[in-house]
């Protein structure tokens, strides 16, 4: 796999108070110098220290690039978009912001939420890999995402309902080799159609960060956030079942901070003890991450890499050393109170300069998909071995399933060959053989023909033990085992009258139904139903498949608008709306109808069947545990055994009891597993049944209302496929203005609409759930403080 170094770009914070004395920054070349020998001096005039300082005071960096006060489009542009562009094509990106607290990190991330000019490198990203969907219409795009924040090392769903009161923290992170790498399990992972879409969830996650104010920042993010966007890539011409997996990493870490400068109480602010412990686990959190760098960045980063020590470290495994292209913005704030902060953040900075990465396309295989390959291309093998053998005149060879006419004529030449005299010729002409199949299916017939003679043996032994002679077994048992006259047992009569396997000698009997209780139509599934006084009745029968496919579509208002003209209802249709329905989903709406039936129908077949596997989970998981104890029980006894003091080799010695023991774990464990994957997939498999029934009765309902509200005349049909009350409008002042709005924004920047609409949702948000969202805020920092 290729390897690479990871990318860094130093952002300066925009200020008026630059210290342009102290730091010399030379873009070009990619260089910061910094000289403290001035503040160096102030600070010991200030504190009347003497003597000669032995501290470094000039400091130098070389970096990728370096952005000094530069838009946000430039900061996109310059780096970012690369590493977009690569993850749409198929390998792992990551982008990610450090610095101290107020330098500008969020701002380079997310931007501003309110212009779209300011908008920050996430929202670019997600335009511009949406756009790239576009344009590549040949494949088909599966997009994702989820959203969430590490506080005080737990880790929280950003993508969480906001009125959620109880709120998950114990989400593991898991490794998934061919998947999706590092992720954790158990978050909200939203499926996405659109940009705007997109758009919502991120500035919704945006919303419910955890924040506080302190002296350097008014709106400090007391949190690590990660953005993480899945993408799957497949052809759309359904030939090849290669899939392209990647994921883009958008990581806003939180700033490092010095508590005599965010917590000084010189001004008469009491220090918050809620703070005080955030900014020792953001700073505990982000040595880690630097103690990480320093290792990977030690002869090739082959040593032991301390990823565990931290959750953040831990997520970001993928990102630092791993499979991954990665980029981070160093971002520094450059006046003289916060040089030694800036010194930090520029070694670290440097340090991951020479953190390498490999940079590989992830592909997996879709099963359905080689299934069907593998089998068309065992059939053009199949092709290619007839037209060899016809042109080596070989004939009668087969290389499909044998059909059982053919099984017939195989068994025919067993039998033959076996009546033959030994040595005949006729027992030389009984089997011809032309294949390895021809022959493997002649055993398998001569095997069923000597099972059949071994099992007649045992049934005549038996037959001849209970009393009976092999002329009376051959009169019952024989010929298919039917009961014969012969047989002193047999009744005439009972075998006109019963039918079945016999139930303690008898049979059961079974009645014929009159013609007559045929129901006239059918309502439900397997109920019949009553006609209602005025509607036409129907057989089932007369119900035919032509009837049922025009039917599946959804009642559109034109289809009854001959049966509403005149006196402005339809005299057919009863205004009691329980009969009304009733007649509906008999006639129009039956075929949604019938199709909801059968939905609940196998849905409670399902739901047997998942009642039944859990209870052999269960049954695994009793004797898992019943075997785990007797495997403990021996393991203990061997350690009462061992000798005081010393080690005894006899410890780690079992016995063939629990050699057996453990195997019947083994066993048992095997058995759990295959029916829990079992009983989930038939869990998943109910939740989309259900969903399909859910959608189905809202298409009925729905689709009722409209066709009753016409036929009464409640609801007038406008001719083009909508309706809407009689005498008002399709659209309303609101509905008018926010289309001219939208037009307006697309007449000026086509890609701002998605922007601007997203923009509107947050601010929906903010207003209907500023007390739920400042509510949770304070919940989360008030835990264990």
């Known amino acids: 796999m290729p390897r690479q170094a990871v990318k860094v770009c130093i952002r300066t914070r925009p200020t008026a108070n630059f210290a342009a004395n102290a730091i010399q920054i030379d873009q070009g070349k990619g260089t910061v110098v910094i000289n403290t020998a001035d503040k160096k001096a102030a600070d010991a005039t200030h504190t009347d220290t003497s003597g000669i300082s032995n501290q470094e005071t000039l400091f130098s960096f070389r970096f990728h690039h370096i952005l ?330 087969v290389y499909d399933d044998y059909t059982p006419e053919m099984k017939l004529e195989m068994r025919a030449m067993i039998e033959k060959f076996l009546a033959a005299e030994l040595g005949s010729d006729e027992e030389a002409d009984a089997i011809s053989l032309s294949s390895v199949r021809q022959m493997r299916e002649l055993l398998m017939q001569f095997k069923r023909i000597s099972l059949e003679k071994d099992s007649n043996l045992q049934r005549a032994v038996t037959a001849g033990r209970m009393g009976q002679t092999a002329g009376g077994f051959a009169a019952t048992a024989g010929d298919g085992g039917e009961a014969k006259e012969s047989d002193p047992d047999f009744n005439a009569a009972d075998a006109k009258e019963t039918v079945g396997d016999a139930v303690n000698g008898e049979g059961f009997s079974l009645g014929a139904a009159g013609g007559d209780l045929r129901p006239d139509l059918i309502d439900e599934v397997g109920s019949p139903s009553k006609s209602v006084q005025g509607s036409p009745t129907r057989s089932i029968e007369s119900f035919s498949a032509a009837d049922a496919a025009q039917q599946k579509t959804s009642y559109s208002a034109t289809s009854f608008r001959a049966e509403s003209k005149g006196s402005g209802r339809s005299s057919a249709v009863p205004e009691d709306k329980e009969e009304a329905f009733a007649l509906y989903k008999r006639t129009k709406g039956r075929p949604v109808n019938v199709s909801i039936m059968e939905g609940k129908a196998e849905v409670k077949s399902l739901k047997g069947k998942a009642k039944g596997l859990t209870a052999e989970c269960n049954e695994f998981k009793v004797d898992i545990d019943r075997i785990t104890g007797l495997i403990n029980k021996k393991k203990n006894a061997r350690m009462n055994q061992a000798q005081p003091g010393g080690y005894d080799e006899d410890i780690d010695v079992v016995d063939e009891e629990e050699f057996e023991l453990m195997k019947q774990q083994r066993e048992a464990k095997k058995g759990y597993k295959a029916g829990m994957r079992e009983l989930n997939d038939l869990k998943a498999k109910i939740g989309q049944l259900q969903m399909s029934i859910d959608d189905n009765k809202y298409s009925l309902l729905s689709d009722f209302d409209m066709w009753h509200g016409i036929a009464i005349g409640t609801v007038i049909d406008d001719g083009g496929g909508q309706s809407k009350s009689e005498g008002g409008e399709v659209m309303d002042d609101a509905e008018m203005f926010e289309k001219m709005e939208l037009e307006r924004i697309a007449a000026k920047d086509p890609d701002s609409v998605a922007f601007f609409q997203a923009q509107k949702t947050r601010r929906a948000n903010m207003s209907q759930n500023s007390l739920t969202i400042r509510q949770m805020g304070r919940n989360k920092r008030s835990v264990g403080v």
């Open 68 to 397: 000094h006060n530069v838009s946000q489009d430039t900061v996109y542009s310059t780096l970012s978009r690369d590493v977009v562009q690569s993850v749409v094509d198929g390998t792992n990106g990551t982008i990610m912001t450090y610095g101290q607290t107020g330098s500008g990190k969020t701002f380079t991330m997310i931007g501003d939420t309110r212009n779209f000019a300011h908008r920050g490198i996430a929202p670019r990203a997600v335009t511009h890999i949406f756009q790239t969907m576009a344009e590549r219409t040949e494949i088909d795009f599966r997009v994702s995402c989820v959203y969430y924040e590490i506080y005080n090392e737990k880790v929280y769903d950003l993508l969480d309902d906001l009125t959620n009161s109880e709120t998950k923290t114990d989400f593991q992170i898991a490794e998934e080799k061919n998947g999706k790498g590092t992720f954790v399990r158990g978050l909200n992972e939203v499926e996405i159609d659109s940009e705007q879409d997109m758009l919502n969830h991120l500035y919704s996650g945006e919303l419910a960060r955890t924040t506080s104010q302190h002296k350097l920042n008014r709106k400090s993010n007391r949190s690590h956030s990660i953005f993480t966007i899945f993408i799957q890539q497949r052809a759309r011409s359904g030939v090849s079942e290669r899939i392209v997996s990647s994921k883009l990493n958008l990581v806003d870490l939180a700033g490092s901070e010095r508590l005599k400068k965010t917590m000084d109480d010189s001004d008469g602010i009491p220090i918050d003890a809620t703070t005080k412990k955030e900014s020792m686990m953001i700073n505990q959190s982000l040595t880690y991450l630097e103690q990480c760098v320093v290792a990977l960045s030690k002869k090739g980063g082959s040593g032991y890499v301390p990823y565990r020590q931290t959750k953040l470290t831990n997520v970001l495994k993928d990102a630092i050393g791993g499979n991954c292209q990665t980029l981070m913005f160093a971002n520094m704030w450059g006046e003289q109170d916060h040089l030694e902060e800036t010194i930090s953040t520029l070694r670290l900075a440097a340090r991951m300069m020479r953190v390498q990465n490999e940079t590989a396309t992830l592909e997996t295989f879709d099963d359905a998909m080689m299934v069907k390959k593998l089998t068309k291309e065992v059939k053009e093998l199949k092709q290619e071995l007839l037209m060899h053998d016809a042109m080596a005149e070989r004939s009668g060879i």
